[in-house]
């Protein structure tokens, strides 16, 4: 089992930058795939970034996020990240971070252990 607790997340304004971090318990992480969603008010769970288990391979959603967004992780620091660049007010939204068991899911319900979330909040 692994618990993941998310931060980095603020207040911007459009056209900051922010990491957003997730530091993972135990000392399996690097069994685990990782992923980045967000979810805004009244929609449904989105898909950004995951990564492979020993980070060789990355994912990103073909959308809106792909080119500003980049996911890396530290396996010695436990930890995932998500750097996101030029933010935009359509960007806010509450983060997630996540840990698949099998490879590193584009949906959500591929991941197995999920953190509380970190607001994250872009003003035009």
């Known amino acids: 089992q692994v618990q993941l607790v998310e931060s980095g997340g603020g207040l911007v304004q459009a056209g900051d930058s922010l990491r957003l971090s997730c530091a993972a318990s135990?000392?399996?992480?690097?069994?685990?795939?990782m992923g980045w969603f967000r979810q805004a008010p009244g929609k449904e769970r989105e898909f950004l970034a995951s990564?492979?288990?020993?980070?060789?391979?990355?994912?990103y959603s073909t959308d809106s996020v792909k080119g500003r967004f980049t996911i890396s992780r530290d396996n010695a620091k436990n930890t995932v990240y998500l750097q996101m660049n030029g933010l935009k007010p359509e960007d806010t939204a509450v983060y997630y971070c996540?840990?698949?068991?099998?490879?590193?899911?584009?949906?959500?319900?591929?991941?197995?252990?999920w953190g509380q979330g970190t607001q994250v909040t872009v003003s035009a």
């Open positions: 990564i492979s288990k020993n980070g060789g391979h990355t994912y």
């Open positions: 135990g000392r399996t992480f690097s069994s685990y795939g």
């Open positions: 996540a840990a698949a068991v099998l490879g590193a899911p584009m949906f959500p319900g591929g991941y197995d252990y």
